[in-house]
Every structure is written in structure tokens, then in C-alpha cells.
């Protein structure tokens, strides 16, 4: 059952084959190998940052005032201009092949059953046309700012054709020091790799491109050009800093996403939930936030948005409901996801996502 509505069907009993998000776990880790699980949960360095996002969110208590709770809250938000069911989007998470053939594609068709939006990234196993094609939700369009701007732009008159709507800024400057896939010989073209990666891509040298680290670098002024002239407005990602965020938005930024990519490029940078607050703050009520890393379950997401995100991004959960059972996993997935935070709502007695805030945040 869908629940595009925002209205929630909250009976224990159901014949769907998951009725949690543990039992879609524990199929996913019996799907992959070792070395595929140390893929979707390898961190950087002694993943501090990794273990720091989850425990950021455990610090975390609210209230739940008595005769306050209610029956039927509505999980629907607006944002980016998107009508959303439960304010979440699909990270964009790529070499997802390595969890179901079907990756991006499959992600896309859940998405649209549960009324929720997706960011493709270009290390997608597939290619943006396909993936377009695949669902009517594929709006956020995931580049990196690196190398020559003119081919920069060319990507992104590409992802306008083929329907996006945004385009996510990232900045990778060099290889990420990711001790489980060294230890695994484990590399995403290499022998290690998943035969299948790139197969969908309508030009695999994008991908040996997007790993040549040898290309030039990018500062602030030249992203801020770029996106002046980009065919789409550009949200930009790994904000960890009210700096950043600044910067960000005197480039241009039309949003901002908060993010340290899962703990996935430089260990021991402070937890995304923590710089969180503080971003909000100083860029006021009207940016867009997006927000990932550390999202565990429904109720993660009302922390998050308590403390000023707009939405979040779901990344490793939607990698487990892939390699648990494809687009049915990723649907079942995002379904409890959306009962556990309407659940919460209805707890707190908020009637609305937009109620949320920090005095539903229990303070000693
Ligand atoms: C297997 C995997 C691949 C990823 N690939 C990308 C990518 O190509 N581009 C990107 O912007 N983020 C990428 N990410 C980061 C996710 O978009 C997201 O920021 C991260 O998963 C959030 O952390 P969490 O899943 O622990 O909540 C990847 C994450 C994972 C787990």
C-alpha cells in the first residue's frame, strides 16, 4: 500500500514480507559478500565520523506531552517546489549495481510509488537518460565541480534534457582513505568490482573520468560562475560549516545540503546532525536544508527536522532495501520510514511536518 496521501495505515498486522527495517537488514547483509556489505558501510580512516552521525542522533530525547498526541497527522511537505509524502529523497548513492542490477531504476519506481523525489548520481551503475526514464521522480541530478567547465556544463544541459530539475554540486578533490575496501583490493573498476558497473551507462568514460583525480580543482569563485551559467538551479552538498554555507549561498546556491557524505570522504569531521543547528541559524527560515548522514529509522527524521532540516536524503537504508529485495525493498523500506515519523508526529501532536521544532526536543 502507498501512502502518498500522507495518511498512514498504522495496523501491526500485514502480509508484507517485512515488517521492520531490522528484518530488511539482516536479508540485505545475507544478499552480499563481505566484500560488497564493506562497500555500503565502509567509512574513511577509523570511521569515527561514520560512528559520530548515528551517535549524534542516539544524544538525542523528546517530549511527548500528555493529551497532546494525535490520530492523524499528515507527513506531506513541500520542498524545492516538490510535493513529497514524507519529507525524504533518495541520496544519491552510486556503484549501487553492486546491491541489485536494477539500482538507480528501481530506487526511481519506489520513490514514485511512495511519493517522494530522487537524486541520481553521475557514479550512478546507470545512465541519467535511463534513469529518467525509469520514473517520474529522477529530479536532482548529483556532479562533481571538477575539471573543464565547459564539459561541466554540457552535463548539465544533458541532465536538463532528460527531465531533471536540480542539479547537486559536490566537491571531491582526491581519493578518500577507505580502509575496508583497501583491505578488500576492493575498487569500483577494478578486477574487485562488480562486473556489472557502468553497464547502463550510455558513455562509460564518464565514470573513469569522475575517477581521474589528476583533473584541475575548483575554488569558490569558478563554482559561482558555473552556476551562473548552469541550465538548472544548483543545491549544493557537504555543507558542514555556517561558512560553507555562506560561501554557498553567495555562489548562487538555490539550496543547501547538509552532509559529510555518510563519514565517506574524511574521518573525524564533527557528525552532520551537529553543525546542523547552527547552519539553520545563520542562513534563516527560507533556505532550503537538506540533510543526510546517520539516518537510521522514521524517528531520525523528525530529529533531523527539528533541529532545521527541510527534508532528508536516505542513502546506506535504501542501499539495504535494494540489496534485500530491489524495488520492493526500497518501498518497503520507505513506507516504514514514513509510518515510524508519522507515528512520532502523532505522539508530539503535530498535525503538520512544519510544527516540528526544537521544543519537541526533550531539554534537561
Ligand atoms: C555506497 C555508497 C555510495 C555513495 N556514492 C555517492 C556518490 O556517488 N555521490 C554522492 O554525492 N554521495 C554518495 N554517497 C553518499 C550518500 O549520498 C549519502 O550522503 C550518505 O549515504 C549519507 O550517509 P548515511 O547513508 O550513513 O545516512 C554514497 C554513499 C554510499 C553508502
Redesign the pocket.
Known amino acids: 500500500m502507498t501512502q502518498k496521501t500522507g495518511r498512514v495505515d498504522d495496523r501491526y498486522s500485514t502480509n508484507e514480507k517485512y515488517t521492520t527495517l531490522r528484518g530488511i537488514h539482516r536479508d540485505a547483509q545475507r544478499h552480499l559478500s563481505e566484500t560488497e556489505w564493506n ?2 558501510w565502509c567509512g574513511t580512516g577509523d570511521e569515527v565520523t ?1 560512528k559520530d ?1 548515528v551517535a549524534a542522533f542516539d544524544r538525542y530525547r523528546f517530549n511527548t506531552p500528555m493529551f497532546a498526541g494525535i490520530d492523524n497527522p499528515d507527513t506531506r511537505t513541500k520542498v524545492l517546489g516538490f510535493d513529497l509524502s514524507f519529507p525524504a529523497f533518495v ?6 549495481a ?1 546491491f541489485h542490477p536494477e539500482g538507480h531504476l528501481a530506487l526511481g519506481r519506489a520513490a514514485q510509488a511512495v511519493g517522494i523525489q530522487q ?1 541520481v ?3 550512478s551503475s546507470h545512465s541519467l537518460e535511463d534513469v529518467a526514464a525509469a520514473s517520474s521522480v529522477a529530479s536532482v541530478f ?1 556532479m562533481t565541480f571538477v575539471g573543464d567547465e565547459d564539459a561541466v556544463l554540457e552535463m548539465m544541459e544533458r541532465a536538463k534534457a532528460a527531465g531533471y530539475k536540480y542539479i ?1 554540486v ?1 566537491y571531491s578533490p582526491i581519493r578518500q582513505w577507505r580502509e575496508r575496501m583497501m583491505e578488500d583490493r576492493f575498487s569500483i573498476r577494478g578486477e574487485k568490482g562488480p562486473a556489472n558497473f557502468g553497464a547502463g551507462r550510455s558513455d562509460p568514460a564518464a565514470l573513469v573520468e569522475l575517477l581521474d583525480f589528476t583533473r584541475p580543482r575548483w575554488n569558490w569563485q569558478q563554482a559561482a560562475r558555473a552556476i551562473a551559467r548552469a541550465p538548472l538551479p544548483c543545491i549544493v ?1 557537504g555543507i558542514t560549516s555556517v561558512k560553507d554555507a555562506q560561501a554557498a549561498l553567495d555562489a548562487g546556491a538555490a539550496g543547501l545540503y547538509v ?1 559529510n ?4 570522504t574524511v574521518d573525524r569531521t564533527p557528525a552532520a546532525l551537529d553543525v546542523l543547528p547552527s547552519i539553520r541559524k545563520a542562513v534563516g527560515g527560507e533556505v532550503p536544508i537538506i540533510f ?5 529509522r522514521g524517528s531520525d527524521i523528525v530529529t533531523a527536522l527539528a533541529l532545521g532540516a527541510d527534508a532528508v ?5 535504501l ?1 539495504l532495501g535494494l540489496a534485500a529485495d530491489g524495488e520492493y525493498g526500497v518501498r518497503r523500506t520507505l513506507e516504514l520510514l514514513q509510518r515510524e515519523f508519522w507515528t512520532t508526529l502523532g505522539h508530539f501532536g503535530c498535525s503538520r511536518v512544519e510544527e516540528l521544532s526544537e521544543a519537541n526536543l526533550y531539554q534537561p
Do not use: H, W
Not at 91 to 96: K, Y
Not at 261 to 264: C, E, K, Q, V
Not at 313 to 317: D, I, Y
Open positions: 562497500y555500503l561514520l552521525n541520496a544519491p548513492f552510486g556503484g549501487e553492486v537524486m548520481p553521475v557514479a548529483q547537486c559536490t552538498k552532509s557524505y555518510g563519514g565517506r543526510d548522514s546517520g539516518i537510521r536524503a536516505l542513502g546506506r537504508l542501499a
